[in-house]
T-cell receptor, first 112, second 115 residues
């Protein structure tokens, strides 16, 4: 039951370039979306969120875009830095509960 | 900066044994969660806890699992009789507010291995 999908298990990007991480969801009841970053041996760290009433949210180098009709969201990191190398999870929830559904993660490597 | 802590970092146990995973949430947070991640798979929600009771649980959280806030600081997850498939990384999280406006802060996890 994969309600949230991250179809790219890994991504490599040159330092300074843009990283684009993608996430798709199937449940039309989802109305709140988050991105988490995870380093090895650490728990996920909140990065950025977006509510379904918006289609874009920006925080410094990180921007999340939401396309509700396509049930798709993406995280843009620009410019990418080597310290951004981590596993990125997208997560979603609906207003019917406080459970988050996570994707399987995308491992980002930023090459110096 | 306040953080969620978890102990132990690693636990190895025999199938059928009981394990207790411990978490100390951030002190002013009111909502607590357990998630697990089986190796190579997605992070899965187990349970949320508020006001000394379970507020939501997933299908994974069956009768073998229980949670407790035994005192003002700890939040525990007990697995009564472990199975091989319980081997996973278990993450505790806490938030000041529920879900939407409350970012969930995660602990570093406990890696549980059931033999």
């Amino acid at each position: 039951d994969q309600q949230v999908k991250q179809n790219s298990p890994s991504l490599s990007v040159q330092e300074g370039r843009i990283s684009i991480l993608n996430c798709d969801y199937t449940n039309s009841m989802f109305d709140y979306f988050l991105w988490y970053k995870k380093y090895p041996a650490e728990g996920p760290t909140f990065l950025i969120s977006i509510s379904s009433i918006k289609d874009k949210n920006e925080d410094g180098r990180f921007t999340v875009f939401l396309n509700k009709s396509a049930k798709h969201l993406s995280l843009h990191i620009v410019p990418s830095q080597p310290g951004d190398s981590a596993v990125y999870f997208c997560a979603a929830s609906s207003n019917t509960g406080n459970q988050f559904y996570f994707g399987t993660g995308t491992s980002l490597t930023v090459i110096p | 900066e306040p953080e969620v802590t978890q102990t132990p970092s690693h636990q190895v146990t025999q199938m059928g044994q009981e394990v207790i995973l411990r978490c100390v949430p951030i002190s002013n947070h009111l909502y607590f969660y357990w998630y697990r991640q089986i190796l190579g798979q997605k992070v899965e929600f187990l349970v949320s806890f508020y006001n000394n009771e379970i507020s939501e649980k997933s299908e994974i959280f069956d009768d073998q699992f229980s949670v407790e806030r035994p005192d003002g600081s700890n939040f525990t997850l007990k697995i009564r009789s472990t199975k091989l498939e319980d081997s996973a990384m278990y993450f505790c999280a806490s938030s000041e507010l529920v879900r939407r406006s409350g970012t969930q802060y995660f602990g570093p996890g406990t890696r549980l291995l059931v033999l």
